[in-house]
């Protein structure tokens, strides 16, 4: 067990490594968040990997803007039957001050063969990042004391309120919830 762990260890570290870090100021543009640790590209689509330091500035803005923050990942199909809902809702209030961001949860050995032809594919207007950060223990009660874990998961929030689900949502749901926390009616 401890050699197989060791072995995961070496594969997630190389995989994480080999996309380099060029062009990792563009890669966020406007999120203001921590440096990404690596950047996973194929043509235009660049996605940033971040560990939990470097993601939480985004869970954490006080500005004019509210985010609909989805915590998914390409092999889970309740998350991937709901993203067109936040494509949607994105696309419908981006002039309201209205931020959606997906956050990935895929293994890091798998953003090429995976994420990156999923996002291509889908054609995903939203900013993509991922999160790679073993220590979920750590890192999934700051995102919201009641969530356990389980995904597709959402935060919305904005410099006065915060709510979160741990659920999947239909288009309806996730526009109520967003007008249940803000003035985008």
């Known amino acids: 067990m401890k050699l197989c ?3 995961l260890f070496f594969v997630i570290l190389i995989s994480c490594n080999r ?11 406007g999120l203001k968040m921590g440096l990404p640790k690596n ?13 939990f330091e470097g993601l939480e500035p985004l869970l954490n803005r006080k500005n004019g803007k509210t985010y609909v923050v989805n915590f998914w990942a390409t092999w889970c199909k309740p998350c991937v039957t709901e993203l067109p809902y936040f494509e949607r809702l994105g696309e419908k209030y981006k002039d309201s001050g209205v931020e959606v961001v997906l956050v990935s949860l895929d293994m890091p050995g798998t953003l090429d063969k995976k994420l990156l032809p999923f996002v291509k594919r889908e054609a995903l207007t939203s900013r993509v990042v991922v999160l790679d950060d073993p220590r979920q223990n750590d890192w999934i009660p700051k995102v919201a004391e009641e969530w356990s874990g389980a995904i597709p998961a959402t935060l919305i929030y904005n410099k006065d309120r915060r709510a979160f689900y741990e659920s999947s949502l239909t288009y309806t749901e996730l526009e109520e919830n967003l007008n249940a926390l803000t003035d985008t009616k």
């Open 19 to 29: 996309a380099g870090k060029k062009g990792v100021r563009k890669v966020d543009e």
């Open 39 to 51: 950047v996973v590209t194929d043509g235009a689509i660049q996605i940033g990997v971040y560990d």
């Open 5 to 7: 762990v060791t072995c």
